[in-house]
């Protein structure tokens, strides 16, 4: 449906009512019927005797807690057991109950995603097949000419099988670190170095290190592992989670979780399985994963889009999901922005790094979350608030983004001849940023052709780094308009020696050095200049690249960066990510086999033999946007003085 017609009709209240939480609300009455959990137990003594149990008596033990109706929905639930310990109650996915959409009306979701499964073919014995084919196809040619093949025919050759063996060990790999829950696949652990000695919490599924491991299974055609991740994790949303006597907002989303065996309240001999979620309340500093809850939502709508199955997007529990995120997020503050203000390490750089304030990784996903949730929720009256709120964030965000984060040559020498203590309504200098900020690093690396868009904005400050997960994601959400996408490709193809090297990808570029170092990462021995989250080269991000590069039909500089990187990431191991300027080294503190550097690999492979698949990832610009949108330019930056305009919402 046309968004201007969600739009009028949501204002007109006039939507269609397939179903509303409400309805949904009302005939399964007030709360939630006293339901059977199934936890997954197995006797100690005999350890095969792995069973699935559904023990009705579970309920006596456990408090439900409702959580307050959000516009009369009230479809959480988390269970505390008698001690008032949080501890997940292990359900299978299938029966991690929903209603769906057409239902509403108190039937229980029936799994049909299984189906999907059976029908859809191998990918990668195509894409096995393929390279095969083409082996034969050359030397077919050979013959026919009958010339010997060349010495580049033969190294091409050789590289395909090389590949192929690479990509038949990152599968297996991958599928070595699949978590099991009640015997279900639910995710992939962060790594699984057998030569590391302290696990930390790496044996944990992170939600966002599950992405491409998801997408790689998705493009594989095997569903199950993503749709029992997504719905797992829904169910930990709703966790009681507090640190020192504080609770973060509700519809936070974990940063990881862990599968573990416990003994069984008042049983010796037997044993269950819980979830064990992250918060941030046991992470190294203590931050809340802000950027968990946004990639959960790209993941459900990759998962509807490549599987075909809508019903888990369309499940009540699963809707109120996206709309906790989604409030959670849009909550009104003290902002002037509209970009998230968020602590720092909220998102993949999960430790000081000086990224706090409105980094650009967390508003790339922002958008991206907030485009996906608009097509998925269901039209309904409850709603017409939040997708207003939604739709008036969106054109607010991307004027923002591509306004004031926008940085080239021309608009380095706007910066570089700013007057400063503008106070008035029309100031070009809007947050007074003074000149001399401009850093040396950036006068000689600005590319004449080329830009990108920079880490923070904050009063009086532009943080000029490069950070290539947020540039690469405003591609693929498309909060960069298409000239400033192509434009932050030609920087990275014109940047290649410092973005990738030995190894792709920098996370961020330059590092901090000396007393800068010292002052914002507070001396952290991790972040030491060119590692880690410090300019170090993460291989996980050629995903993102890849996704990125067809987006825009440029899949010749994803495909050199994956040449780049098949000559070692096997070889070493499949490292988390790479030291030194040119990314020479294996990382320090790098663990080996990292699921997501594996993932990662086999997601840009599979895509650049298929790139239409890309599309479960990106997002269109919509036409209602760039009219409202240029409505806001022309309003800007000379706006007049005066009285508030009367009610001039963006209704797209
Ligand atoms: C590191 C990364 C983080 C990742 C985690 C698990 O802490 O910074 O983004 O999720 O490792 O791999």
Not at 631 to 651: D, E, F, H, L, V
Request: glycine share 8%.
């Amino acid at each position: 449906m046309a968004t201007a017609e969600v739009a009028l009709q949501l204002y007109d209240g006039a939507g269609p009512q397939f179903w509303g939480s409400n309805i949904g609300y009302r005939k399964s009455g007030s709360s939630f019927p006293c339901r059977s959990f199934e936890r997954c137990r197995k006797k100690r003594v005999l350890k095969s005797m792995k069973s699935l149990k559904c023990l009705s008596s579970s309920c006596r033990g456990i408090r439900i807690h409702q959580f307050p109706c959000i516009n009369g929905v009230s479809h959480r639930y988390a269970v505390t057991d008698k001690f008032g310990l949080s501890h997940c109650q292990c359900q299978s996915a299938d029966n991690v109950g929903g209603l769906t959409a057409e239902s509403g009306n108190g039937t229980w979701f029936v799994d049909n995603a299984k189906d999907f499964n059976s029908t859809n073919g191998n990918v990668r014995n195509f894409l096995e097949l393929g390279a095969v084919k083409e082996l034969k196809h050359d030397k077919e040619l050979h013959h026919s000419n009958g010339n010997p093949p060349s010495d580049k025919t033969i190294q091409d050759g050789m590289n395909k099988g090389k590949s192929s063996f690479i990509e038949n060990e990152a599968w297996e790999l991958l599928q070595e670190s699949v978590a099991y829950y009640c015997g279900s696949p639910v995710g992939t652990i962060a790594a699984k170095d057998p030569t590391s000695s302290s696990v930390l919490n790496y044996d944990q599924v992170f939600i966002r290190d599950f992405i491409p491991s998801g997408i790689a299974f998705l493009l594989k055609g095997e569903y199950d592992i993503v749709r029992n991740f997504i719905l797992h994790t829904l169910q930990l949303q709703s966790w009681e989670k507090t640190m020192d006597c504080h609770s973060p907002g509700q519809g936070l989303m974990p940063a990881s979780f862990k599968v573990r065996t416990v003994p069984l309240d008042g049983d010796d001999t037997a044993t269950e399985e819980v979830l064990d979620p992250d918060f941030g309340e046991a992470a190294i500093g203590r931050v809340a994963p802000v950027d968990s809850g946004l990639w959960w939502i790209i993941l459900l709508r990759a998962y509807g889009k490549c599987s075909g199955d809508l019903s888990v997007q369309e499940r009540i529990d699963v809707q109120t999901g996206i709309k906790m995120i989604l409030r959670l997020c849009l909550a009104d503050g003290f902002d002037m922005f509209p970009t998230l203000l968020v602590t720092d390490g909220s998102c993949m750089i999960d430790r000081r790094m000086g990224i706090h304030g409105h980094p650009l990784e967390i508003q790339a996903l922002f958008y991206s979350a907030l485009l996906c949730a608009r097509e998925m929720l269901a039209p309904e009256d409850g709603s017409a608030d939040l997708l207003r709120a939604l739709n008036n964030r969106l054109i607010a965000l991307s004027f923002h983004i591509r306004e004031y984060y926008w940085i080239d040559m021309k608009k380095l020498n706007e910066i570089y001849r700013y007057k400063t203590e503008e106070y008035s309504y029309d100031a070009v200098n809007k947050f007074n940023i003074y000149p001399d900020q401009i850093s040396p690093w950036l006068v000689g690396w600005m590319p004449n052709k080329g830009g990108y868009l920079i880490g923070n904005l904050q009063p009086a400050h532009m943080d000029f780094r490069f950070f290539s997960l947020g540039n690469l994601w405003s591609i693929v959400s498309n909060l960069a308009t298409t000239d400033q996408s192509h434009a932050i490709l030609d920087l990275m193809e014109a940047k290649w020696a410092d973005l990738v090297a030995d190894m792709p990808f920098k996370i961020c570029y330059p590092a901090l050095d000396g007393q800068e170092w010292q002052i914002i990462t507070g001396c952290d021995p991790k972040n030491t200049p060119w590692s880690y989250h410090n300019g170090g080269s993460w291989p996980t991000l050629l995903w993102q690249l890849t996704v990125a590069c067809i987006k825009m039909n440029r899949p010749e500089i994803a495909a050199k960066a994956v040449e780049v990187a098949e000559k070692r990431l096997s070889r070493d191991k499949w490292p988390e990510y790479y030291d030194t300027k040119r990314g020479r080294f294996i990382g320090k503190q790098s663990r080996l086999f990292q699921t997501w550097s594996i993932a990662g690999y086999l997601v840009a492979k599979l895509l650049l033999a298929n790139p239409g698949a890309a599309k479960i990832l990106i997002t269109e610009e919509d036409s209602e946007l760039i009219n409202a949108l240029s409505c806001a330019i022309c309003s800007s930056p000379r706006r007049k003085r005066g009285p508030k305009p009367s009610q001039k919402t963006y209704i797209v």
